[in-house]
């Protein structure tokens, strides 16, 4: 079962993690983390499909394409986005002052950044970072690392499992910082993954792509696709468990676990949305196939008319089918039902009669379901997302200054 912990991505054996500050921010915050495995571990990573991509995502994939690696370093502050060559030098040399300081090659070590854009990073302040951050190296630090990495998050992001593979207790952790430029396709998120299962890096990435399908893929706040995105798991093997190496049952238990966890970590970062007063879980039913329901329930999900409605507590149904019927899938409105936190506000073409008094107190909660039934197909989605508030806009509006 998954559950809110501390303990992260030092919950696995063999892992260590410290997050300091390195002076990259400007408010003086902790700004750089850094996660370390005692021994070689198997890495999979997902990166942002945004053709500007940041120059940490090209030296990452470049690691991960390696199949191992035993470190990773994360700066928030400071994206290295759009920075040309000088982007690029300094990600590299990043991954090069990190592993002359942990003794190990800087094809070990993948890079993250998040941040302003358009900015170079302060080389002299990230080389410090390192430095400060290997000497705290800590299994106790996953805390201070998650702390590290976040920008505009108001509240850590930390979740840890375990689960029993070949008679061995296998523990999985992780930690991510999120809150805007969130969707499509992941977000302006970091989640870095840690696991003592020991398992081939083939079946780890084949896992790991399968599950952000659905679950960092079906989240949106703003409907901006990042620079920056990364989900990177490190599978060191210290659980002791045979070897995972084809889709046996094995690989099915360690998948199932690591499917909830990125769920429920996607639905973290989708609730901390910047300025959010509402966190929405958007189920579609009986779809023709899996990729209407997806367009259904992002449409709904992206529309700022939808989004402002929740947050002024306006049951503006219209509005949400309106989303649905634009969104390109195959849909009925006659056919189509739509419900508030199971109260029904639209059927056979037209608004259904409802309890005005109980759909308020629906629209006063901080979490609320919303149901669309398409009753053309059996294929199902969800989608999570917030809505669009007063303080969105003044975060963002001051976001570079």
């Given at each position: 079962?998954?559950?809110?912990?501390?303990?992260?991505?030092?919950?696995?054996?063999?892992?260590?993690?410290?997050?300091?500050?390195?002076?990259?921010?400007?408010?003086?915050?902790?700004?750089?983390?850094?996660?370390?495995?005692?021994?070689?571990?198997?890495?999979?990573?997902?990166?942002?499909?945004?053709?500007?991509?940041?120059?940490?995502?090209?030296?990452?994939?470049?690691?991960?394409?390696?199949?191992?690696?035993?470190?990773?370093?994360?700066?928030?502050?400071?994206?290295?986005?759009?920075?040309?060559?000088?982007?690029?030098?300094?990600?590299?040399k990043t991954a090069a002052l990190a592993a002359a300081q942990?003794?190990?090659?800087?094809?070990?070590?993948?890079?993250?950044?998040?941040?302003?854009?358009?900015?170079?990073?302060?080389?002299?302040?990230?080389?410090?970072?390192?430095?400060?951050?290997?000497?705290?190296?800590?299994?106790?630090?996953?805390?201070?690392?998650?702390?590290?990495?976040?920008?505009?998050?108001?509240?850590?992001?930390?979740?840890?499992?375990?689960?029993?593979?070949?008679?061995?207790?296998?523990?999985?952790?992780?930690?991510?910082?999120?809150?805007?430029?969130?969707?499509?396709?992941?977000?302006?998120?970091?989640?870095?993954?840690?696991?003592?299962?020991?398992?081939?890096?083939?079946?780890?990435?084949?896992?790991?792509?399968?599950?952000?399908?659905?679950?960092?893929?079906?989240?949106?706040?703003?409907?901006?696709?990042?620079?920056?995105?990364?989900v990177v798991v490190l599978a060191n093997?210290?659980?002791?468990?045979?070897?995972?190496?084809?889709?046996?049952?094995?690989?099915?238990?360690?998948?199932?676990?690591?499917?909830?966890?990125?769920?429920?970590?996607?639905?973290?970062?989708?609730?901390?949305?910047?300025?959010?007063?509402?966190?929405?879980?958007?189920?579609?039913?009986?779809?023709?196939?899996?990729?209407?329901?997806?367009?259904?329930?992002?449409?709904?999900?992206?529309?700022?008319?939808?989004?402002?409605?929740?947050?002024?507590?306006?049951?503006?149904?219209?509005?949400?089918?309106?989303?649905?019927?634009?969104?390109?899938?195959?849909?009925?409105?006659?056919?189509?039902?739509?419900?508030?936190?199971?109260?029904?506000?639209?059927?056979?073409?037209?608004?259904?009669?409802?309890?005005?008094?109980?759909?308020?107190?629906?629209?006063?909660?901080?979490?609320?379901?919303?149901?669309?039934?398409?009753?053309?197909?059996?294929?199902?989605?969800?989608?999570?997302?917030?809505?669009?508030?007063?303080?969105?806009?003044?975060?963002?509006?001051?976001?570079?200054?």
């Amino acid at each position: 079962m998954v559950k809110e912990d501390k303990a992260g991505v030092t919950y696995a054996k063999g892992f260590k993690a410290a997050g300091v500050k390195a002076g990259i921010k400007k408010s003086g915050n902790p700004d750089f983390a850094l996660i370390v495995s005692d021994t070689d571990a198997a890495v999979a990573g997902t990166f942002t499909q945004n053709k500007v991509a940041a120059a940490p995502v090209y030296v990452s994939k470049k690691v991960v394409k390696s199949g191992s690696a035993k470190a990773i370093v994360a700066n928030s502050g400071c994206a290295n986005a759009c920075t040309g060559q000088q982007g690029m030098d300094d990600a590299e040399k990043t991954a090069a002052l990190a592993a002359a300081q942990l003794g190990i090659t800087a094809d070990d070590v993948i890079v993250a950044s998040t941040g302003v854009i358009g900015v170079t990073l302060p080389m002299d302040k990230i080389a410090t970072g390192i430095k400060t951050a290997a000497a705290a190296l800590d299994e106790n630090g996953s805390k201070d690392a998650a702390n590290a990495i976040i920008t505009t998050d108001t509240y850590i992001k930390s979740l840890t499992t375990d689960i029993i593979i070949d008679g061995k207790e296998v523990h999985i952790g992780a930690i991510a910082k999120g809150a805007g430029m969130i969707q499509p396709n992941m977000a302006t998120m970091l989640c870095f993954i840690t696991t003592d299962a020991n398992i081939d890096q083939v079946r780890l990435q084949l896992a790991l792509s399968a599950i952000i399908e659905k679950s960092f893929n079906m989240i949106s706040v703003d409907g901006d696709m990042s620079t920056n995105d990364m989900v990177v798991v490190l599978a060191n093997g210290q659980a002791g468990n045979r070897k995972i190496v084809k889709d046996d049952e094995d690989f099915k238990i360690f998948y199932n676990a690591l499917a909830e966890l990125c769920c429920k970590m996607a639905q973290k970062v989708a609730a901390d949305g910047e300025g959010a007063t509402k966190f929405l879980t958007i189920n579609i039913h009986n779809a023709k196939n899996f990729a209407d329901a997806k367009k259904v329930g992002m449409s709904i999900a992206n529309s700022p008319l939808v989004k402002t409605a929740f947050f002024g507590q306006d049951p503006n149904w219209g509005r949400v089918l309106c989303a649905a019927g634009y969104s390109g899938a195959d849909m009925v409105p006659e056919k189509t039902v739509v419900k508030f936190g199971n109260i029904t506000v639209y059927a056979d073409g037209t608004g259904a009669a409802f309890d005005k008094k109980a759909l308020q107190k629906v629209m006063a909660e901080h979490d609320i379901v919303i149901d669309i039934d398409l009753n053309i197909g059996s294929t199902d989605a969800t989608v999570w997302s917030c809505d669009l508030s007063y303080e969105y806009v003044k975060i963002n509006g001051e976001y570079h200054t």
